[in-house]
């Protein structure tokens, strides 16, 4: 089954900055969606974007969608401490049956330095 | 809402050992999932039910796996022997969609199993 596999696979950036994640997948999608994960927490959905959307905004997050290159990326403009965590794609896959489902990448572990 | 609940928190068992692992999910929700995350692996989707019913469990390791939901506020995952390579974080999710990828999905805490 297809995944999506983010890039880099850690990120540390100083508090302010900008940080910027990768992802990359295989086959054609109907959407993408980033999630959070706090050490030793559940995953937390942050943005859904969907195959006909280029751009979408959240706070301070930005999420882009390429289709043509197979590629999302993940924007958090003047990060804090408080963003310190794995961010993951997910995108939807065909299963048995042909039903969709949900498969994760790997996630970039993202630290923000105080 | 409290959210998606998983129990226990913490598992540590022996070798050959059943384990348990429970969820409730959201109320109205009508999709649950059950992941398991582990370093090498990262997450990987077990099994999914739709209005109780189980529609993908392709990604069930083997037979010593298996999932219920007996009712719309309830699901287990049972492991049967256990062993030291199930070691790993288990999530339920749930969602309130039919089909798993237009909408998102709500994670439990986890359930962090140690097979020794």
């Known amino acids: 089954s297809q995944q999506g596999e983010e890039d880099p696979q850690a990120l540390s950036i100083q508090e302010g900055e900008n940080a910027t994640m990768n992802c990359s997948y295989k086959?054609?999608?109907?959407?993408l969606q980033w999630y959070r994960q706090n050490s030793g927490r559940g995953l937390v959905h942050l943005i859904l974007?969907?195959?006909?959307?280029r751009e979408k905004h959240s706070g301070r997050l930005r999420v882009t969608l390429d289709t043509s290159k197979k590629s999302s990326s993940l924007l958090i403009t003047a990060s804090r401490a408080a963003d310190t965590a794995s961010y993951f794609c997910?995108?939807?896959?065909?299963?048995?049956?042909?039903?969709?489902?949900?498969?994760f990448g790997k996630g970039t572990k993202l630290t923000v330095n105080p | 809402d409290a959210g998606v609940i998983q129990s226990p928190r913490h598992e540590v068992t022996e070798m050959g050992q059943e384990v348990t692992l429970r969820c409730k999910p959201i109320?109205?929700?009508?999709?649950l999932f059950w992941y398991r995350q582990t370093m090498m692996r990262g997450l990987e989707l077990l099994i999914y039910?739709?209005?109780?019913?189980?529609?993908?469990d392709s990604g069930m390791p083997e037979d010593r796996f298996s999932a219920k939901m007996p009712n719309a506020s309830f699901s287990t995952l049972k492991i049967q022997p256990s062993e030291p390579r199930d070691s790993a974080v288990y999530f339920c999710?749930?969602?309130?969609?039919?089909?798993?990828?237009?909408?998102?999905?709500?994670f439990g805490s986890g359930t962090q199993l140690s097979v020794l």
């Open positions: 999710a749930s969602s309130g969609a039919y089909g798993t990828t237009n909408e998102k999905l709500f």
């Open positions: 086959t054609s999608i109907n959407n």
């Open positions: 974007i969907r195959s006909n959307e």
């Open positions: 997910a995108t939807d896959s065909l299963s048995q049956g042909g039903s969709e489902k949900l498969v």
């Open positions: 109320s109205g929700h009508n999709s």
């Open positions: 039910f739709n209005n109780n019913v189980p529609i993908d």
